[in-house]
């Protein structure tokens, strides 16, 4: 017969806790920790499982890494906004077609419940429905081209056919169609299979489509090195990284955003080659990046993302009370309250003078500082003390800053769609693939950065590419990608 609980057991000790989850335990620790008796153990092991269980996910935990049971519902937290347009503010509706393509007239030969005759009345009413017409299949084009003989030149020369690029059977509307399809809307390859040779009877297969991306990509090099070249001319530029599985190893793809561009790298590493690889040159910007070290070698005009800060804050004000004793509400208040008189000093930038300005400005980072040396007892005080300290003068630099945002919401809005890609294709399956992605990726966000239309500007510039050899620059923004 197994012995009984002790009757007064003791609770783990909060060191012991700690260190069972940082994995610094000691053998002297868990001699201390664990009783002779056999009950008693039992008993500290269900405690152990308590506290391992009660873990909850932090600021950055990925929502995958999160089970289904422990994400909240959909009524866990009041709408702070209705849904729809406030009151006062213009509607917002599909406009009417510019041109009708056919008419037709509706007339009952009786009434429909009593079958009686009817007495036309010459009253009448308008509805107009825009729909897609019925797919007549793909539209096929031989092309005969005369091959002729210069005696000046010596040689045969025959004219360019600008609808398709050279050797290839696929024009250039289904190329731009299709890549636009899986590189800028992040459909997949088997869905696009399904709308042309289902929907367009249109008989493409996966290997060719693939080929024919291979070979855009090269042709749009050159346009993705430009919006290259923006990035690292803007004043502002925003950074953000994420995990991409290539070729079963772990890539991470990065991503240098600006207001009207995107530009996407894929690499092996998380560190500094990567950023070398696109940091060719001095850098003379300010870069808005999260707290990840690797961007501190760039530049020291920098400006750290405040919500990643804050939302550490939230964490543990809503974690275990154990992790916000002691001098933690003092610490979090300060910082708080350092961040909103940040706020208020930058909206009144135009109202103030800049003496005034400068001194209050001068007593922020006075302020940022003193609470970055100050010794607090609460761990999570300390480790965000380093931070502070590290990154103290970073986290100010928007005020007075009119293009400087305090949050790199751009930055992770902007690598968000690759993102979804991503969860789509599971990554890519080649090197190569993973290049051409990156290139058209950069292209079609770019476009969408500048309202341009993805269709009609592929499919212009590879026609101008096959009549000249040579690709048009990009076009400039015509409107809001937004």
Request: charged share 30%; net charge positive; with cysteine.
């Amino acid at each position: 017969m197994a012995k009984p609980l002790p009757t007064t057991p003791t609770i783990l000790d909060p060191t012991f806790v700690a260190a069972f989850r940082a994995k610094t335990l000691t053998q002297a620790q868990v001699d201390a920790a664990l009783p002779q008796d056999r009950g008693a153990i039992i008993f500290v092991m269900l405690q152990l499982s308590d506290v391992v269980g009660d873990r909850k996910p932090g600021p950055h935990t990925p929502s995958g890494s999160v089970p289904p049971y422990e994400k909240p519902g959909p009524d866990s937290k009041k709408r702070s906004k209705k849904k729809g347009g406030k009151p006062g503010h213009p509607g917002s509706s599909r406009p009417p077609p510019v041109k009708i393509d056919q008419r037709v007239t509706h007339t009952l030969p009786a009434c429909p419940d009593c079958g009686g005759k009817l007495k036309r009345t010459g009253r009448k009413r308008k509805r107009i429905i825009e729909d897609l017409p019925e797919p007549s299949g793909s539209e096929v084009t031989e092309h005969t081209i005369d091959r002729d003989w210069c005696p000046c030149c010596q040689k045969q020369v025959e004219p360019k056919v600008p609808d398709a690029l050279p050797a290839c059977t696929l024009g250039n509307r289904t190329v731009a169609l299709s890549s636009w399809l899986h590189y800028g809307l992040g459909t997949t390859t088997s869905q696009i299979l399904a709308v042309f040779n289902r929907h367009l009877w249109m008989k493409l297969s996966e290997g060719g489509l693939t080929k024919i991306w291979h070979r855009l990509a090269k042709v749009l090099q050159p346009w993705a090195d430009a919006i290259r070249e923006r990035c690292l001319s803007a004043g502002v530029l925003h950074a953000d990284e994420t995990g991409w599985r290539t070729n079963g190893e772990t890539w991470w793809l990065w991503c240098f955003t600006t207001p009207d561009d995107t530009y996407y790298q894929l690499h092996p590493s998380r560190g500094h080659e990567a950023l070398d690889e696109f940091f060719t040159r001095e850098f003379d910007g300010i870069l808005v990046t999260d707290f990840w070290k690797a961007y501190d070698k760039i530049t020291t005009r920098q400006q750290k993302c405040w919500p990643h800060l804050l939302r550490d804050l939230k964490a543990i004000d809503e974690g275990r009370e154990a992790e916000r004793d002691r001098d933690w509400p003092d610490f979090a208040g300060k910082l708080r309250r350092i961040y909103g008189d940040a706020i208020r000093l930058d909206l009144a930038r135009d109202e103030i003078d800049d003496e005034r300005f400068t001194r209050r400005l001068d007593k922020l980072y006075g302020r940022m500082g003193a609470l970055a040396h100050t010794e607090w007892t609460n761990p999570h005080a300390k480790r965000l003390a380093k931070r502070l300290d590290a990154y103290g003068e970073p986290l100010l630099t928007f005020v007075g800053q009119a293009d400087v945002p305090p949050s790199n919401n751009h930055g992770e809005r902007e690598i968000r769609p690759a993102v979804l890609m991503r969860k789509m294709s599971y990554g890519s399956q080649s090197i190569h693939g993973a290049k051409t992605r990156a290139t058209l990726m950069t292209v079609f966000r770019t476009l969408h950065r500048r309202g341009l239309d993805p269709l009609k500007t592929i499919e212009q510039a590879l026609r101008t590419y096959v009549e000249t050899g040579t690709l048009p620059t990009m076009p400039e923004k015509c409107g809001s990608g937004e």
